[in-house]
């Protein structure tokens, strides 16, 4: 069975401290993996998308890397408008997105 | 680019009427659509994935005759939620893609409170 967990539940950071978040996958086929934003009370928005071990993307100040089992997502002297939950969803070969529960992540000023 | 819209944004109704809710790509052609409901709190969870002109694929435990979807054209999808109750209230998500396989975009989300 598919499995995605995330790790921490939640995280709280000063502005400019620099963290990183794991997600942890078990997944058959794995086609993508993506990683989202959520606001609350929002629906998820696109981040990233990496499609085999060793590769990485940067937007700002998010990079997102990943192995064969698990992806990170770095966070280079974040600011408070990146407080947000952060969800990372592996695709296998059903198409579909396994959701993990999702990082909460704060950003103190 | 990779606009997703959703109508209404929230909804209030009461315990036995139906429900529709609207979800619109709005500049790309969507292969395939998908609806989640996600619990405060929690993680998002799929109910359903569509193909224009084909029927719905329900998930395990989705009560497809009580979650009606309709996915009319490459542009919109309908999610109408019959005889609603309490239960039911939650955040509905769809998403859409324009490939069969890789990222899909979401919308904002509707709010459903059930009286």
């Known amino acids: 069975e598919d499995q995605v967990t995330q790790s921490p539940e939640a995280l709280r950071l000063q502005e400019g401290e620099s963290s990183s978040l794991n997600c942890s996958y078990t997944v058959s086929g794995l086609r993508g993996l993506f990683w989202y934003r959520q606001d609350p009370g929002k629906g998820p928005e696109f981040l990233f998308t990496?499609?085999?071990a060793g590769e990485e993307k940067e937007k700002e100040r998010l990079k997102a890397t990943l192995t064969k089992k698990e992806s990170f997502l770095h966070i280079t002297a974040p600011k408070p408008e990146d407080s947000a939950t952060y969800l990372c969803?592996?695709?296998?070969?059903?198409?579909?997105?396994?959701f993990g529960q999702g990082t909460r992540l704060t950003i103190n000023p | 680019g990779a606009v997703v819209s959703q109508h209404p944004s929230r909804v209030i109704c009461k315990s036995g009427t139906s429900v529709k809710i609207e979800c619109r790509s709005l500049?790309?052609?969507?292969?395939?659509m998908f609806w989640y409901r996600q619990f405060p709190k929690q993680s998002l969870m799929l109910m359903a994935t569509s193909n224009e002109g084909s029927k719905a694929t329900y998930e395990q435990g989705v009560e497809k005759d009580k979650f009606l979807i309709n996915h009319a054209s490459l542009t919109l999808s309908t999610l109408t939620v019959t005889s609603a109750h309490p239960e039911d209230s939650s955040f509905y998500i769809c998403?859409?893609?324009?490939?069969?396989?890789?990222?899909?975009?979401f919308g904002p989300g509707t709010r459903l409170t059930v009286t």
């Open positions: 998403s859409a893609s324009p490939t069969l396989v890789g990222e899909q975009y």
């Open positions: 990496l499609y085999s």
């Open positions: 500049d790309f052609q969507a292969t395939t």
């Open positions: 969803a592996p695709q296998g070969g059903a198409q579909k997105l396994v």
